[in-house]
């Protein structure tokens, strides 16, 4: 069982930043594949980001490549998404994922674990 807790959600303006954390608690946390999903009003939940279990790869929505970075520390069991330019159509709850078989990753099918989600908006 690994439980996630994301943080550093809110409002911010277009072109702003803001960086989501999403803290987890198993100690075999290198073990899992992470990935950050969104889901705004009215819409399905879609993949954003995703990173492996050491850090060496790293894997993107086209719409937020070069605006986004996703990076993870194992050794405190944290995995970060690090959001620049922001934009209007970026508004969603934001979650992050464990995926203990790291195979397709962008399918939300593939991932046993979630967070409640975190709240970005950005503002015209």
């Known amino acids: 069982q690994v439980q996630l807790v994301e943080s550093g959600g809110g409002l911010v303006q277009a072109g702003g930043s803001l960086r989501l954390s999403c803290a987890a608690s198993?100690?075999?946390?290198?073990?899992?594949?992470m990935g950050w999903f969104r889901q705004a009003p009215g819409k399905e939940r879609e993949f954003v980001a995703a990173?492996?279990?050491?850090?060496?790869?790293?894997y993107y929505q086209d719409s937020v490549k070069g605006r986004f970075t996703i990076s993870r520390d194992n050794a405190k069991n944290t995995v970060l998404l690090q959001m620049n330019s922001l934009k209007p159509e970026d508004t969603a709850v934001y979650s992050c994922a464990a995926s203990p078989l790291g195979r397709a990753i962008r399918s939300s099918a593939s991932y046993d674990y979630w967070g409640p989600g975190t709240q970005v908006t950005v503002s015209s």
């Open positions: 990173i492996s279990g050491s850090g060496a790869y790293t």
């Open positions: 198993r100690r075999t946390f290198s073990s899992y594949t």
